[in-house]
Nanobody
Framework: QVQLVESGGGLVQAGGSLRLSCTAP????????MGWYRQAPGKDRYGISC????????VYADSVKGRFTISRDDAANTVYLQMNDLKPEDTAVYYC???????????????????WGQGTQVTVSS
């Protein structure tokens, strides 16, 4: 089981920006569809964005579309989530995950397995 490591979270005021990073040992990310999930207090975890390796195609949830940008650097074995114009409702623990390619083709970010790293906390103050 590959351990994904998220980083880059923090406390930011509304309207601010953060960039999250996700890494994994070896080159596991480079041939995979990768994505970001988040889980707010008292709510379910759900996928907000994902990106395919071979063509860089992306999917975004409506809640983050136009504000968040997912990218990847396969040489660095890293996936990023640039978050701009942050809102208090973006407060959550953010996780990265390997995404099921079949769901990606349907425009959905569904993880391959229900196994999660420690995540990174993002807190947006109003």
């Amino acid at each position: 089981q590959v351990q994904l490591v998220e980083s880059g979270g923090g406390l930011v005021q509304a309207g601010g920006s953060l960039r999250l990073s996700c890494t994994a040992p070896g080159s596991m990310l480079s041939h995979s569809v990768m994505g970001w999930y988040r889980q707010a207090p008292g709510k379910d975890r759900y996928g907000i964005s994902c990106i395919r390796s071979n063509d860089g195609d992306t999917v975004y949830a409506d809640s983050v579309k136009g504000r968040f940008t997912i990218s990847r650097d396969d040489a660095a074995n890293t996936v990023y989530l640039q978050m701009n114009d942050l809102k208090p409702e973006d407060t959550a623990v953010y996780y990265c995950a390997f995404i099921n390619p079949q769901y990606f083709r349907r425009g959905q970010c569904e993880s391959l397995a229900d196994s999660w790293g420690q995540g990174t906390q993002v807190t947006v103050s109003s």
